[in-house]
C-alpha cells in the first residue's frame, strides 16, 4: 500500500482538472483551505475550480483567489457545476466529514467518476473518499493542507497569499490559539507562515474588526434580549427568528460567533444557538471540557463537527426546537455539572434542582 502522501503525489504528478468543494456556508477554514490548495495545485499547472455549496461572509472575500470561486445555485449554474464534477479528475473534499454537509453536491460529488480526496479534521468521517486525510486531532483543515503541501516537497511554494489563507483557517478554528487544540505543532506552521511573509493583524482585522454597525446592534439586540441562562444546567442558549434576522438586515456570517458569548459566562459550559432560516432551523453548538456536542448534535439533531464545537438541524417550528432542547437537559444535567466542576468553572447561583 503506498503512503496515502505517495498517492497523492503521483495522483497530482500531471496537470489535471481538479473540483475543490467544501462545506455549507463556508467559514475562514473552509474558504481559506479551499483557496490555498487551490492557489497551490495552479501554481503546479493544474486546472482548478473551487465550488461552494453556498455563500459564505463578506468578511472573507479578501482571500487570494476569492474571485474565482463558483457559488453553487441550483437555478443559475447547476448545469455548469454538474459538469464540473463529471469532468473532474480529481475531487478534494474540504472540511467536512459527510456529503450531505454540501447540499445537492453531494450526491454528484459521490457519483463523480475522479478521484476523491477527503482532507477533514472532523469527527467520525463518511467513507466516500478514495483518498482519505481524516485527522481529528487536527486543529484545523488549513492544518493539514499546510502539511500536505509541505510533505510533497513544495512548501517553497507557500506564498503570503496562500499562507493567509491558511493563516486565516486556523486561527478562526483554533479561536484566535485558545481552544486546546492548538498544538506546539499549530505555533510551529505559523511560524513557518510567518517565514512565508503572512500580515496576521490584517488577516485578523478583516475577520473580526470588519463588522457592519448594523450587526453590531444585532449583537447588542441578542445580548440584550435574547440571551437565556439556565444555571441549573450550566447552559445558556439563544433562539433568533426570521423576523428578527430581517428587522437587523442580517447577512451570512452576521450571526457566526453569537454562540461564542453564551459559553463565555462564567458557569457555562453548554451553548446553544437556534437560527431560524426558514426552511429549517440551524442550531450551533459549543461546549467547553469534557462535554461532547459532538455526541449531542449527532444524537438529538442530525448534525456533528467537533467535540466542543459542532452543529445540527431541526426541521420543527424554532419554539418546538428550543423546546425539545430543554427537555433534554435534565438527561444531561449530572454530565454537566462534572464537566462544570472538573472545568473549574465556579458554580452558578442556583435554586437546587427539582427532584
Ligand atoms: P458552526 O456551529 O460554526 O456552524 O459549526 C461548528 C462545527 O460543526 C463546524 O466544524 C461545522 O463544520 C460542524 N457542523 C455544523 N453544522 C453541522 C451539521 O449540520 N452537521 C454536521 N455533521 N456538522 C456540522
Ligand atoms: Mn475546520
Known amino acids: ?63 487570494a483567489g476569492n474571485e474565482e470561486v463558483v457559488i453553487y445555485d441550483k437555478r443559475q449554474n447547476d448545469r455548469q457545476v454538474r459538469d464540473l464534477v463529471n469532468r473532474a479528475e ?76 491558511l493563516y486565516a483557517g486556523i486561527m478562526t478554528d483554533t479561536g484566535s490559539f485558545r ?12 511560524a513557518e507562515l510567518l517565514s512565508a511573509g503572512i500580515d496576521l493583524s490584517a488577516v485578523h482585522r478583516r475577520i473580526y474588526d470588519s463588522h457592519s454597525e448594523q450587526r453590531l446592534r444585532f449583537l447588542g439586540f441578542v445580548l440584550k434580549d435574547k440571551l437565556v441562562v439556565k444555571p441549573e444546567f450550566n447552559t445558556a442558549y439563544i433562539a433568533i427568528t426570521q423576523d428578527e434576522l430581517k428587522a437587523y438586515d442580517s447577512k451570512t456570517g452576521d450571526t457566526e460567533g453569537l454562540v461564542n458569548f453564551a459559553l463565555s459566562i462564567e458557569g457555562v459550559v453548554f451553548a446553544a444557538i437556534f437560527i431560524d432560516r426558514g426552511p429549517a432551523v440551524k442550531i450551533s453548538f459549543r ?48 454530565a454537566l455539572a462534572t464537566t462544570a466542576a472538573v472545568s473549574g468553572a465556579p458554580a452558578l447561583a442556583v435554586a437546587p434542582p427539582v427532584a
Open 179 to 190: 481552544h486546546p487544540s492548538t498544538s506546539r505543532n499549530v505555533h510551529l506552521i505559523i
Open 287 to 334: 461546549s467547553v471540557g469534557e462535554f461532547s456536542v459532538s455526541d449531542f448534535s449527532r444524537q438529538h439533531f442530525a448534525g456533528g463537527g467537533h467535540h466542543n464545537a459542532a452543529g445540527g438541524i431541526s426541521h420543527e417550528r424554532l419554539d418546538a426546537t428550543v423546546t425539545k432542547f430543554l427537555g433534554l437537559l435534565p438527561d444531561y444535567q449530572v
Open 1 to 63: 500500500m503506498p503512503s496515502p502522501i505517495s498517492a497523492l503525489k503521483a495522483l497530482l504528478a500531471q496537470p489535471k482538472q481538479v473540483f475543490i468543494t467544501t462545506h455549507h456556508k463556508p467559514d475562514a477554514d473552509a474558504l481559506g483551505s479551499s483557496l490555498a490548495l487551490s492557489g497551490y495545485l495552479r501554481k503546479l499547472g493544474h486546472h482548478v475550480t473551487v465550488v461552494t455549496p453556498s455563500d459564505y461572509p463578506g468578511f472573507l472575500n479578501w482571500m
Open 90 to 165: 480529481v475531487l478534494f473534499c474540504l472540511d467536512f466529514s459527510c456529503l450531505g454537509r454540501i447540499n445537492e453536491l453531494g450526491e454528484y460529488v459521490r457519483h463523480a467518476p475522479g478521484v476523491k480526496v477527503l482532507i477533514d479534521h472532523h469527527q467520525e468521517p463518511e467513507n466516500f473518499a478514495d483518498l482519505d486525510y481524516a485527522n481529528p486531532r487536527a486543529a484545523a483543515t488549513a492544518e493539514l493542507i499546510f502539511e500536505i503541501i509541505r510533505d510533497l516537497g513544495d512548501q517553497h511554494l507557500i506564498d503570503a497569499g496562500i499562507g493567509e489563507c
